[in-house]
């Protein structure tokens, strides 16, 4: 991602950026912090990368999205969801408000694609594969989630 990402890039943890306090406009977390055990360490060190004025931006999904292939996976309790990002965020910043979406955006027209989509889910292939066989396809999954917009004010 890095390699094709637009120069300069830097590789470091979201928790300890190697840049000094306020030195961006603006911050974006888009389906990361979820990976973290301690997401709020990564938000308050948005914060502190902050401008006075500045935007964060995070995205996450929700707890409930995928509701027609749930039944096939679990991937437990997340430390950065929708039900939770507004609030997390919030300690944090001054100004939070949130986007949502909850529809049908994801078309799976085959099972090779709902194989794919569970191993996205981090499902082991070979049990996707298996599990991807007891589904009628095409399918449309509801994709629900949200982005979570916070201002740092002056
Ligand atoms: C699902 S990808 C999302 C990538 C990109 N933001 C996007 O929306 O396409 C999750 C990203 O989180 C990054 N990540 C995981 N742990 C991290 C950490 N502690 N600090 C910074 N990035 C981390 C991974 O390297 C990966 O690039």
């Known amino acids: ?3 094709q990402a637009p120069k300069p890039t830097v590789r470091a943890d979201a928790r300890a950026l190697p840049f000094p306090d306020e030195s961006f406009g603006a911050v974006t977390a ?3 912090l979820y990976h973290l055990p301690d997401p709020e360490s990564a938000v308050a060190e948005a914060r502190r990368l902050l401008r006075p004025g500045g935007l964060f931006v995070a995205s996450t999904n929700s707890r409930h999205d995928s509701p027609e292939l ?3 996976y679990s991937i437990g309790q997340i430390s950065f969801d929708a039900e939770i990002a507004p609030e997390m965020v919030g300690r ?3 100004k ?3 986007h949502s979406w909850d529809a049908p955006l994801v078309h799976l027209p085959d099972r090779n694609a709902v194989r794919d989509y569970l191993v996205g889910r981090f499902m082991p292939r070979d049990k996707a594969e ?3 066989e007891t589904v009628e396809t095409p399918l449309d999954v509801t994709k629900r989630g949200v982005l979570v917009f916070a201002r740092r004010l002056p």
């Open 1 to 3: 991602m890095l390699a």
């Open 96 to 98: 939070v408000a949130v």
């Open 130 to 132: 298996s599990a991807a």
């Open 92 to 94: 944090h910043f001054d």
């Open 30 to 32: 888009l389906w990361m």
């Open 70 to 72: 749930r039944h096939l």
